[in-house]
């Protein structure tokens, strides 16, 4: 199974940035789709962003679009997620995963889909 590791979190003011990192360990992170997801105090876990396995194809959650990028870098084992305008309403603790899956071309959004996670970030946008 796959080692996940999340960096990047802090606090930061309404409208600031930041990029969060997801290391993973194992020779198979290059063939497989990474999803992000975030999980706010009192609600539930909720997909934000996705990427492939080569990275040609990328979903977003309606609230990132827009503000949000994912990207990975095989090379490195390590998927980004670079967040813009942030707002306090994402304030959450964000998670990467990894897919079950092998060489899905289609992004896969459920935490169903998702087979090795890691521990999480925690992100706090104040107002």
């Known amino acids: 199974q796959m080692q996940l590791v999340e960096s990047g979190g802090g606090l930061v003011q309404a409208g600031g940035s930041l990029k969060l990192s997801c290391a993973a360990s194992?020779?198979?992170?290059?063939?497989?789709?990474v999803g992000w997801f975030r999980r706010a105090p009192g609600k539930e876990r909720n997909f934000v962003a996705g990427?492939?396995?080569?990275?040609?194809?990328?979903y977003y959650a309606d609230y990132a679009n827009g503000r949000f990028t994912i990207s990975r870098d095989n090379a490195k084992s390590t998927s980004y997620l670079q967040m813009n305008s942030l707002k306090p309403e994402d304030t959450a603790v964000y998670y990467c995963?990894?897919?079950?899956?092998?060489?899905?071309?289609?992004?896969?959004?459920?935490?169903?889909?998702?087979?090795?996670w890691g521990q999480g970030t925690q992100v706090t946008v104040s107002s």
């Open positions: 995963a990894a897919d079950r899956r092998a060489f899905r071309e289609v992004v896969p959004t459920t935490p169903a889909d998702f087979g090795s």
């Open positions: 990427i492939n396995w080569n990275g040609r194809n990328t």
């Open positions: 194992g020779r198979t992170f290059g063939s497989t789709a």
